[in-house]
């Protein structure tokens, strides 16, 4: 069976860059956002699901979720939330469980989530990476690239779990300020093409 390695961190830490890296190592990566997205717009079991909660206005004739009207009605409502996680995780437990055997020659995969922690993936993977960087490097990183307030990032960046209870769960910890990412994450390549694991 083929190493699954966990990936995360908070907005702005870099997750994205990172993967594109172990891409580029001819890593393949899942994707747990993207894929979310993607069932939510076409999955028949969470479409009926979602309109049973919430009513049809929740997908847009024609084309997919209304994901502002689905981000609005969750947002501050950690039962309906929960509710939608509920709905939405085990489709991409079983997403994922179905991808894994087409990477059989790969030496590993990395199973990238921006709540990998808190949706209880991590406990699906051999080990874990977290990405850290400073909360400040993190607003600037986010205002640059999405237009954001720091208003509306500290509001999101608030809903999720701190640094601290992730790092505990984490097997190995990325540092990414001002450092190089590159020589840190072919020591990790190296480490695990080598030993079957990060340490």
């Not at 087409?102 to 030496?107: E, I, M, N, R, T």
């Not at 993936?121 to 993190?138: G, P, S, T």
């Not at 509306?152 to 640094?163: F, G, S, Y």
Request: aromatic share 8%.
């Amino acid at each position: 069976m083929v190493l699954k390695i966990g990936i995360t961190g908070g907005m702005g830490s870099g997750k994205t860059v990172a993967c594109k890296i172990f891409r580029l190592l001819d890593v393949p990566v899942f994707e747990a956002d993207p894929t979310a997205k993607e069932l939510l717009d076409h999955h028949p079991g969470i479409r009926k699901e979602l309109i049973s909660l919430f009513g049809a206005s929740i997908y847009i004739p024609g084309k997919g979720a209304d994901r502002k009207k689905l981000a609005s009605l969750i947002f501050n409502d950690p039962v309906a939330l929960e509710k939608v996680n509920h709905i939405i995780h085990p489709r991409v437990r079983e997403a994922f469980i179905s991808w894994i055997p087409k990477q059989q020659d790969a030496p590993y995969v990395l199973h990238e989530a921006a709540i990998l922690f808190e949706s209880g993936f991590y406990k699906m993977m051999d080990q874990n990476i977290l990405i850290l960087a400073d909360r400040e490097v993190r607003i600037q990183r986010i205002m640059e690239r999405d237009g954001l307030s720091r208003k509306q990032i500290e509001a999101r960046m608030d809903k999720q779990w701190p640094d601290e209870k992730k790092a505990k769960l984490a097997d190995y910890i990325l540092i990414n300020n001002h450092e190089l990412l590159i020589p840190e994450i072919l020591k990790i390549h190296k480490k695990i093409k080598e030993h079957g694991k990060i340490w």
